[in-house]
């Protein structure tokens, strides 16, 4: 497969997200990715949830093609061909999706892009629909392990634009699109799945909001 790449992060994290996906997602439907990276990930969920079709999009024609690869050498029949999505540009060229899913993205973009992910989201969701995150976070204004501290700084160095966000401000920048936190779940590897649904607030995030 002279076009795929191969991310080794992708392998380690792809089986741990599959199990939250297989939880939080509809049972049947269609799933949008943002920025898809190589297409591993896309080709390993769209086997562990069949019901489902998976709609990734890159902005980087290399990993468009590497995308392409990955599926052909797949033979699943429930991804689709990679779309050219920025986060940033509206609108999206997807009427409506049951979910969007954003792996290790906001990390590695400027904020301007979660602005925009949001943004999207909101127009391409249903009521209730969920929008997937995954990544590593700061939390109460702090960095959740040395490791994490490292490469937040590494981010920073390459791009002063880039850099592990905090999960007060991604809530907050959700919210003012009509998505609202449901889950915060702790992942392998000092990670986080933050799962939001639009325009439906979770009973735990009303009572303490209550508080």
């Known amino acids: ?10 392998a380690r994290n792809a089986a741990f997200i599959a199990e939250v996906l297989k939880r939080v997602l509809p049972p049947i439907g269609l799933v949008l990715e ?11 969920f769209a086997r562990a949830l069949p019901e489902l079709v998976w709609q990734p999009s890159d902005p ?6 590497s995308i392409v690869a990955h599926t052909r050498a797949a033979g ?13 540009r509206q609108p999206w060229p997807v009427a409506r999706s049951d979910a ?8 590695i973009a400027p904020w301007d892009a979660t602005i925009g992910l949001m943004a999207g989201a909101e127009e391409t ?11 590593p976070f700061r ?3 702090a960095h959740t392990a040395p490791s994490n501290a490292a490469f937040d700084d ?9 850099g592990i966000r905090d999960v007060e401000a991604v809530v907050a920048a959700a919210r003012g699109h009509d998505l609202h936190l449901d889950e915060h779940v702790v992942m392998p590897a000092n990670n986080l799945s933050l799962i939001f649904r639009r325009g439906r607030r979770s009973p735990a995030v009303d009572r303490e909001a209550a508080s």
Not at 2 to 10: E, G, H, I, T, V
Not at 60 to 65: C, K, L, M, P, T
Request: no cysteine; hydrophobic share 45%; glycine share 8%.
């Open 100 to 107: 969007v899913v954003a792996i290790n993205m906001i990390h």
């Open 1 to 10: 497969m002279p076009d795929a790449l191969f991310s080794p992060a992708a």
């Open 76 to 88: 699943l029949a429930n991804i689709r061909s990679p779309l050219t999505i920025d986060a940033t």
């Open 139 to 141: 939390e109460d204004d």
């Open 34 to 44: 943002i920025a898809s990276g190589s297409g591993e990930h896309a080709v390993h």
């Open 60 to 65: 980087d024609e290399a990993a468009r093609r």
């Open 125 to 135: 969701l249903a009521e209730g629909g969920v929008l997937y995150l995954y990544g």
């Open 154 to 162: 590494s981010l920073r160095a390459r791009n002063a634009s880039w």
